[in-house]
């Protein structure tokens, strides 16, 4: 896997480094040998924001977590990106690799006229994908809903996680 590093106002050690490296190697026996890991850290009042992407194939697997330690922020973030994988690992045992599971885990009148103010913009490739695919992909974001192109109509498509916990799909006409 190939590890890229984005520091805001950050430093990191030597050791911690170390760190790190050794935590994500861990993750080599899921991946293939093209998958990309983006770590971001970044230093805001006070505490560190970790970040992991990891991109492999068509799948992206994120998680972060704040904390005043860069590698507690991490250890964190590295958990949430394991829990999620076990936790959806029979579904990815036919992306990943199959075995690496059995080592790795044992009112009108109210109306108020506001200003929308966008903060934050994004642009994604939108893939073709089956709901359940879908439904992953959300799961492993750790997002409430997820944008794709259904494979089965070619309608472009949402899928959303309900406060019942189960879930949604919005399809266009």
Same mark, same amino acid.
């Given at each position: 896997m ?6 805001r106002?950050?430093?990191l050690?030597?050791s911690s ?12 026996k ?9 770590? +971001? ?6 505490s560190?924001t970790?970040e ?40 990815? +045992? ?7 599971f ?25 893939q073709?994908?089956s709901?359940?695919?879908a ?14 192109e259904n ?14 916990g ?6 266009t006409e």
């Amino acid at each position: 896997m190939k590890t890229n590093y984005n520091l805001r106002k950050v430093t990191l050690k030597d050791s911690s480094k170390e760190h790190i490296e050794k935590k994500i190697a861990k993750l080599d026996k899921f991946f293939s040998e093209d998958a990309e890991v983006t770590l +971001k850290f970044i230093l805001e009042n006070e505490s560190v924001t970790s970040e992991i992407t990891i991109k492999d194939k068509s799948m992206v697997y994120r998680a972060e977590d704040n904390q005043i330690d860069l590698v507690d922020a991490f250890d964190k973030a590295f958990d949430n990106i394991v829990r999620r994988i076990r936790k959806q690992k029979t579904k990815l +045992k036919s992306r990943l690799r199959s075995t690496s599971f059995d080592e790795f885990f044992g009112g009108e009148d109210n109306f108020v006229d506001e200003d929308f103010e966008v903060i934050r913009s994004k642009k994604f490739y939108l893939q073709s994908m089956s709901v359940d695919e879908a439904i992953l992909q959300m799961n492993l974001l750790d997002h409430q809903f997820f944008i794709f192109e259904n494979i089965d109509d070619g309608a472009i498509s949402v899928v959303y996680r309900r406060k019942d916990g189960k879930y949604g799909l919005i399809v266009t006409e």
